[in-house]
């Protein structure tokens, strides 16, 4: 089982394989419903990250499932994510409670030695 998969378009596919993460493509909603469903039906991850303007075209029932599900969690990515103050923190929130930890994706990063990075 992968613990982390992403559905995503082709473009940013090749990018996130490069960094070790299962990469579903999805060229439409309909791509990404099928993932979903495969990926739910399979038990294959505990986290599915996926970009909200592919979740947006799913019918009102299945947006709900993936919104409300907690196995897998699902969490959906604004193509600005980094940017958006509050999809970073419903992502930091629901990533913590995957892991059983805080996470704060805003915080420096930190060397080997204890170091600031910047």
């Known amino acids: 089982m992968s613990d982390v998969v992403v559905i995503a378009p082709h473009e940013m596919a090749a990018a996130l394989r490069l960094a070790g ?8 909603s309909a791509d990404a419903a099928e993932h979903v469903r495969e990926v739910r039906d399979r038990g294959e991850a505990e986290l599915v990250l996926l ?16 919104l409300d599900s907690d196995q897998p969690y699902f969490v959906p990515l604004p193509l600005d994510w980094q940017a ?19 996470i704060n994706l805003s915080a420096p990063l930190l060397r080997r ?3 600031s990075s910047s």
């Open 51 to 66: 970009p909200e303007h592919l979740l947006a075209g799913f019918d009102r029932q299945a947006y709900r499932e993936v």
């Open 21 to 28: 993460i299962r990469v579903l493509p999805a060229r439409s």
């Open 84 to 102: 958006a103050t509050d999809a970073r923190a419903d992502f930091e929130s629901r990533l913590g409670r995957i892991l059983g930890c805080r």
């Open 113 to 115: 030695g204890g170091g």
